[in-house]
T-cell receptor
Framework: NAGVTQTPKFQVLKTGQSMTLQCAQD?????MYWYRQDPGMGLRLIYY???????DKGEVPNGYNVSRLNKREFSLRLESAAPSQTSVYFC????????????FGPGTRLTVT | TQLLEQSPQFLSIQEGENLTVYCNSS?????LQWYRQEPGEGPVLLVT?????EVKKLKRLTFQFGDARKDSSLHITAAQPGDTGLYLC??????????FGSGTRLLVRP
């Protein structure tokens, strides 16, 4: 099993450019999450999808949009990238909600210049 | 917003030493998870504690959840270089979202 996969692994954007980060899981999990990790700040929740067809804001949603394309896929879009969005982005999934173990992808390292 | 404070932020010790990492909050969590993250990878779950006062052991790692479910600790006995990594605690908050602490970066020197 691949678990949680993310593409791309690395990306450099110029301020104002847009891009979509892709995430897919093959564990038949209901819930999926997007986090960002900055030095000294742990992981912060951007958006989550408790189940297919639903999405909700997390702690730091500004500047981002998400789409739960189907049960397997959950994408994160930056419409107009800003240097403050330079970070490592992790996608995760869990069977049903945060009380269950979350399985993380390998991350996408994004630099906005 | 519920916050989790971890201490220490950095720890560099010699192989064979013992250490304790702390995770504290002023808020109550329904459960608490501990993850370990290695460079270039996503976090991997080590343990989940649910009941106040609960103690769980995973080989040389001992996890404790505080009686009031506001704090937790991770104790490693006879640390080995393979224990090196970033240790993250994460609590399930009142709206069932996972709140992460800032992490403790551990380096175990051979």
């Amino acid at each position: 099993n691949a678990g949680v996969t993310q593409t791309p692994k690395f990306q450099v954007l110029k301020t104002g450019q847009s891009m979509t980060l892709q995430c897919a899981q093959d564990m038949n999990h209901n819930s999926m999450y997007w986090y960002r990790q900055d030095p000294g700040m742990g992981l912060r929740l951007i958006y989550y999808s408790a189940s297919e067809g639903t999405t909700d804001k997390g702690e730091v949603p500004n500047g981002y949009n998400v789409s739960r394309l189907n049960k397997r896929e959950f994408s994160l879009r930056l419409e107009s990238a800003a240097p403050s969005q330079t970070s490592v982005y992790f996608c995760a999934s869990s069977y049903q909600g945060s009380s269950y173990e979350q399985y993380f992808g390998p991350g996408t390292r994004l630099t906005v210049t | 917003t519920q916050l989790l404070e971890q201490s220490p932020q950095f720890l560099s010790i010699q192989e064979g030493e013992n250490l304790t990492v702390y995770c504290n909050s002023s808020s109550v969590f329904s459960s608490l998870q501990w993850y370990r993250q290695e460079p270039g990878e996503g976090p991997v779950l080590l343990v989940t504690v649910v009941t106040g006062g609960e103690v769980k052991k995973l080989k040389r790692l001992t996890f404790q959840f505080g009686d009031a479910r506001k704090d937790s600790s991770l104790h490693i006995t006879a640390a080995q270089p393979g224990d090196t990594g970033l240790y993250l605690c994460a609590g399930v908050d009142s709206s069932y979202k996972l709140i992460f602490g800032s992490g403790t970066r551990l380096l175990v020197r051979p």
